[in-house]
Protein backbone atom coordinates (compact mmCIF):
# COMPACT_ATOMS: atom_id res chain seq x y z
CA UNK A 1 0.00 0.00 0.00
CA UNK A 2 1.27 3.75 -1.25
CA UNK A 3 0.85 6.25 1.43
CA UNK A 4 -1.58 7.80 -0.74
CA UNK A 5 -3.62 4.83 -0.89
CA UNK A 6 -3.12 4.50 2.86
CA UNK A 7 -4.42 8.19 3.16
CA UNK A 8 -7.72 7.60 0.89
CA UNK A 9 -8.78 4.69 2.98
CA UNK A 10 -8.37 6.33 6.93
CA UNK A 11 -11.71 7.18 7.56
CA UNK A 12 -13.01 3.25 5.71
CA UNK A 13 -10.38 1.84 7.95
CA UNK A 14 -11.95 3.49 10.96
CA UNK A 15 -15.76 3.11 9.91
CA UNK A 16 -14.81 -0.78 9.72
CA UNK A 17 -15.50 -0.55 5.66
CA UNK A 18 -12.66 -2.46 4.45
CA UNK A 19 -12.31 -5.47 3.43
CA UNK A 20 -10.56 -8.23 5.39
CA UNK A 21 -7.25 -8.15 3.34
CA UNK A 22 -7.38 -4.15 2.38
CA UNK A 23 -7.52 -3.88 6.39
CA UNK A 24 -4.30 -6.01 6.74
CA UNK A 25 -2.82 -3.83 3.80
CA UNK A 26 -3.54 -0.79 5.98
CA UNK A 27 -2.36 -2.06 9.39
CA UNK A 28 0.96 -3.55 8.44
CA UNK A 29 1.55 -0.19 6.64
CA UNK A 30 0.83 1.65 9.48
CA UNK A 31 3.04 -0.38 11.41
CA UNK A 32 6.43 0.20 9.01
CA UNK A 33 5.37 4.01 7.72
CA UNK A 34 6.17 6.25 10.76
CA UNK A 35 4.90 9.03 8.93
CA UNK A 36 1.33 7.51 7.85
CA UNK A 37 1.55 6.28 11.63
CA UNK A 38 1.54 9.85 12.88
CA UNK A 39 -1.39 10.87 10.15
CA UNK A 40 -3.54 8.25 11.13
CA UNK A 41 -2.93 9.47 14.85
CA UNK A 42 -3.80 12.86 14.13
CA UNK A 43 -6.61 11.76 11.97
CA UNK A 44 -8.01 10.16 15.47
CA UNK A 45 -7.45 12.88 17.49
CA UNK A 46 -9.26 15.16 15.01
CA UNK A 47 -12.18 12.76 15.20
CA UNK A 48 -12.41 12.41 18.60
CA UNK A 49 -12.34 16.61 19.48
CA UNK A 50 -15.02 16.79 16.80
CA UNK A 51 -17.23 14.14 18.11
CA UNK A 52 -16.55 15.82 22.01
CA UNK A 53 -17.36 19.52 20.39
CA UNK A 54 -20.41 18.14 18.86
CA UNK A 55 -21.75 15.53 21.81
CA UNK A 56 -23.83 18.42 23.25
CA UNK A 57 -27.45 17.14 23.95
CA UNK A 58 -28.47 20.62 22.34
CA UNK A 59 -27.36 19.61 18.62
CA UNK A 60 -29.51 17.78 16.64
CA UNK A 61 -28.87 14.45 14.23
CA UNK A 62 -28.22 17.27 11.56
CA UNK A 63 -25.24 18.60 13.86
CA UNK A 64 -23.99 15.24 14.25
CA UNK A 65 -23.38 14.96 10.51
CA UNK A 66 -22.12 18.34 10.09
CA UNK A 67 -19.46 17.26 12.91
CA UNK A 68 -18.80 14.21 10.45
CA UNK A 69 -18.41 16.44 7.30
CA UNK A 70 -16.39 18.88 9.18
CA UNK A 71 -13.63 15.83 9.85
CA UNK A 72 -13.35 15.14 6.39
CA UNK A 73 -12.67 18.32 5.48
CA UNK A 74 -10.24 19.10 8.60
CA UNK A 75 -8.89 16.15 7.19
CA UNK A 76 -8.55 17.13 3.20
CA UNK A 77 -7.31 20.51 3.92
CA UNK A 78 -4.60 18.75 6.38
CA UNK A 79 -3.71 16.89 3.24
CA UNK A 80 -3.35 19.53 0.60
CA UNK A 81 -0.95 21.00 3.03
CA UNK A 82 1.76 18.51 3.80
CA UNK A 83 1.20 17.58 0.05
CA UNK A 84 2.13 21.20 -0.10
CA UNK A 85 4.82 21.28 2.11
CA UNK A 86 6.86 17.98 0.09
CA UNK A 87 6.36 20.47 -2.84
CA UNK A 88 7.72 22.92 -1.92
CA UNK A 89 10.51 21.16 0.37
CA UNK A 90 12.02 19.53 -3.63
Avoid: W
Amino acid sequence: MTCREFVESIRARLDHELEFNECIRFDQHASVCSKCAAYLDGYRQTVEVTRRAFSSPDLSDEDSELSEDLVGQIISSRHRLSVRRRTSER
